[in-house]
């Protein structure tokens, strides 16, 4: 089956910075994406190309098999919330709902209704809170029953409270229509509560992309004494290193199994992982340890 979005090469320039460059990965069928990277990492500019707000400086991409910026038919099968949920600020919940029935054809109004039970249809937009907001925002991208739902730092505005009770009917709304969804978030503990796949980009190039369990499996912490490195069978790349009086520590990525018996091999939790493929320069603080699982203290 096609894949609901697969970028070749596709880069964005503005002016002499590079927003994106050269990126190429392609989602899977019904997965739930966490599009991790920091602050300008190129997610949001990624999330404009494939619905087609912005035109790509080099390379392309297929959205449902489709160009967006010259099929952008394709883009009724898209639902997208852009960061800070952007809605007409003067109307009303009732005039929201039905300016997107008026201009989605397969438009459900059972679907969308889910998300307004708490809503009044007279209030206005401009009066609801960010959760309130983000609620409605996500009942006009999932009544129109998207194959490909895109949500730009869903979570940014949200306390707590209402990030949890945002991600339950997301994750309710997504069930029943079996979408594929792509969430943009800096927030490494947004992307490990949901996804079970990770694009992440830094400085406008993907860095990382595989299903959650690849990831996991491929990566180990290994600690020894200190010592000058050389190879080490079963290790493809050596992603961090941190010194530590006479021991040393290693965030690995693996092609085999580490054998040597001088190196202690342990898994590492994906939100360490993401972080320290986010930030080379600066190293996740000390945290609780995991039972079980070796977490990255650098």
Not at 4 to 29: F, S
Not at 143 to 149: E, V
Not at 263 to 277: F, K, P, R
């Amino acid at each position: 089956m096609t894949s609901p979005l697969v970028t070749h090469g596709v880069g964005k320039r503005y002016r002499r910075r590079w927003a994106l460059r050269d990126c190429t990965l392609t989602i899977p069928e019904r997965a739930i994406v966490g599009l991790a990277g920091p602050n300008g990492a190129g997610k949001s500019t990624l999330l404009g190309l494939t619905v087609g707000l912005i035109a790509p400086t080099e390379g392309g991409l297929d959205v449902l098999g489709r160009d967006p910026r010259r099929q952008p038919e394709v883009l009724a099968d898209v639902g997208y919330v852009g960061r800070d949920a952007p809605l007409y600020r003067s109307f009303t919940v009732r005039d929201t709902i039905e300016f997107a029935r008026a201009t989605n054809p397969g438009w459900d109004e059972s679907i969308a209704g889910e998300f307004l039970t708490r809503l009044s249809a007279h209030d206005r937009v401009s009066t609801l809170s960010a959760g309130e907001r983000a609620r409605l925002a996500l009942a006009v991208a999932l009544g129109k029953r998207p194959a490909l739902l895109l949500l730009d730092e869903p979570f940014a505005r949200l306390d707590p409270l209402a990030a949890r009770e945002f991600l339950q009917l997301l994750m309710d709304g997504v069930s029943e229509l079996e979408a594929t969804v792509v969430i943009a978030s800096h927030v490494t503990a947004d992307i490990e509560r949901v996804s079970d796949h990770i694009v992440l980009l830094s400085e406008g190039h993907v860095r990382l992309e595989g299903s959650v369990e690849e990831l996991i499996s491929s990566h180990r912490l290994l600690t020894g004494a200190a010592r000058p490195l050389g190879r080490i069978p079963g290790v493809q790349e050596i992603i961090r290193e941190r010194h530590s009086g006479r021991q040393m520590t290693l965030l690995a990525r693996l092609n085999g199994r580490v054998v040597d018996p001088s190196w202690s091999v342990d898994e590492i939790g994906l939100e360490d992982l993401l972080l320290a493929y986010m930030a080379p320069e600066r190293l996740p603080g000390p945290r609780a340890p995991e039972k079980g699982r070796l977490r990255w203290h650098g």
